[in-house]
């Protein structure tokens, strides 16, 4: 598990189950749940870089997307409209794609 030692599993797997609906994802409650969002900054950058799967420094769209599946392997996709709100909220400089400092202000916010 990517997550192991910094999250625990209890509460990674009760965030996955309550975002289980379609377009019942909201990042918010999510890094609450998970336990993220009291995490220190380098951790937040550790989790970062476990999202950002192809290691380009941004989390895209479709890394956006399978969000959940780096928490949990058997988590559903966001849907499209899940993931174009989940961008919208972190892209704060408009590139198309969330930065490292743009994610760790969402986790926080």
């Known amino acids: 598990m990517a997550f192991?030692?910094?999250?625990?599993?209890?509460?990674?797997?009760?965030?996955?189950?309550?975002?289980?609906?379609?377009?019942?994802?909201?990042?918010?409650?999510?890094?609450?749940?998970?336990g993220l969002a009291s995490k220190s900054s380098d951790d937040v950058k550790?989790?970062?870089?476990?999202?950002d799967q192809d290691n380009s420094g941004f989390i895209e769209e479709e890394e956006l997307k399978l969000f959940l599946q780096n928490f949990s392997a058997g988590a559903r996709a966001l849907t499209d409209k899940e993931t174009k709100a989940f961008l919208?909220?972190?892209d704060s400089d408009g590139d198309g794609k969330i930065g490292i400092d743009e994610f760790a202000a969402l986790v926080k916010a």
């Open 88 to 90: 919208a909220a972190g």
């Open 46 to 51: 550790k989790a970062f870089k476990i999202i």
């Open 4 to 34: 192991a030692g910094m999250l625990s599993d209890e509460d990674i797997k009760a965030a996955v189950q309550a975002c289980q609906g379609a377009d019942s994802f909201e990042y918010k409650k999510f890094f609450k749940a998970c």
